[in-house]
C-alpha cells in the first residue's frame, strides 16, 4: 500500500437504477416495494431518488452505516426495513416520513444517544423493532408514538423499562427478551420471571372473566417477586394486564 494511502472500507455491490428497477415488486394490497435486501450494499444508493414514490423500502441484511438526509424524500413510506445492516445512527429527516407505520432497524449498532427526537414526529407508526442493538435505556422519544402497538426490544441492554411506556395508549405487545433486567433471581423464580419476556398488554375489558381472574392472579404472583415489585419499578400500566394474558398466548412472538 501506498504511502499516505488509507485502507478503504468496503465498497458493496453497485446498485443501478435499472438494477433497482428490476427488484421493484407489487404487494398484496397493490403497494410498491422496493426490495434491495440482502445484495451487499455498503452505501444507500443515490440512484434509488428517481423511485421515491415506492410505498414499501426493503435494504435489509446489507452493510449499510448510514442512513442519509435524503431518506425524507420517500414521501409515501408505510413500511421501512433496515433490519441486519451496521447502522449506528438515524437522520433527523426520517421524522418526515408521515405516512410510515412500519419501521424496523433490529440489529444493528444504534444507542438511546443515536435516535433523533424526530422518531416521535412519526404519528402513525405502529410497529417499532429497537432489538438486538446497544440500548441501555428506552428512548424518551418512544413516548411521543400514540398509534404504536408493538414494541421490540429484546436483545439489548436494557435495566428496566419506564413509564412512559406503560402510558403508550395503543400498545399491545412489548418484547423484551434477553435484557438484564430479566436476569432470574433463583431457580425457584426462573419460570414466573421469564414469562415477563414478552408482554401483552391487554385492556381488562377486552377479556372474558376466566382470563381476567387468571392474569390477575398471575400479577400477584409477581408482585410478590423480590425485584419485581411496584413499589421497586413503579410502572403503572392503567387499565392494562401484565405478563402474557392466557387470551394472547397463542399469537406468534413478533420481531
Known amino acids: 500500500m501506498g504511502k499516505g494511502k488509507k485502507k478503504a472500507g468496503p465498497t458493496g455491490k453497485k446498485i443501478t437504477l435499472k438494477l433497482a428497477k428490476n427488484s421493484l415488486r407489487m404487494t398484496a394490497d397493490g403497494k410498491r416495494r422496493l426490495d434491495l435486501s440482502n445484495m451487499g450494499i455498503a452505501t444507500f444508493p443515490k440512484c434509488i431518488l428517481k423511485l421515491a414514490d415506492v410505498d414499501e423500502l426493503d435494504l435489509s441484511r446489507n452493510m449499510l452505516q448510514k442512513i442519509p438526509d435524503y431518506i425524507e424524500d420517500f414521501k409515501n413510506l408505510r413500511w421501512l426495513d433496515f433490519h441486519s445492516n451496521r447502522i449506528e445512527t438515524l437522520p433527523e429527516t426520517i421524522g418526515q416520513l408521515e405516512n410510515l407505520f412500519y419501521l424496523n432497524l433490529c440489529n444493528n449498532k444504534l444507542t438511546a444517544a443515536s435516535l433523533p427526537l424526530q422518531l416521535g414526529q412519526l404519528k402513525k407508526l405502529r410497529h417499532l423493532n429497537l432489538g438486538m442493538n446497544g440500548f441501555e435505556c ?21 435495566t428496566g423499562l419506564p413509564e412512559n411506556i406503560a402510558n403508550l395508549p395503543k400498545l ?54 423480590k425485584g419485581f415489585a411496584p413499589s421497586a419499578r413503579k410502572l403503572a400500566f392503567q387499565g392494562l394486564l401484565t405478563p402474557n394474558s392466557t387470551a394472547q398466548e397463542t399469537q406468534e412472538e413478533w420481531r
Open 138 to 158: 428506552v428512548p424518551s422519544t418512544l413516548a411521543a408514538l400514540k398509534e404504536l402497538q408493538e414494541l421490540g426490544l429484546f436483545d439489548n441492554h436494557l
Open 172 to 225: 399491545m405487545k412489548v418484547n423484551v427478551k434477553r435484557n438484564p433486567f430479566l436476569q432470574t433471581r433463583g431457580e425457584e423464580d426462573r419460570d414466573t420471571i421469564q414469562r415477563l419476556e414478552c408482554l401483552y398488554l391487554v385492556n381488562e375489558d377486552s377479556m372474558c372473566k376466566p382470563c381476567l381472574k387468571k392474569c390477575k392472579e398471575e400479577r400477584d404472583k409477581l408482585n410478590k417477586l
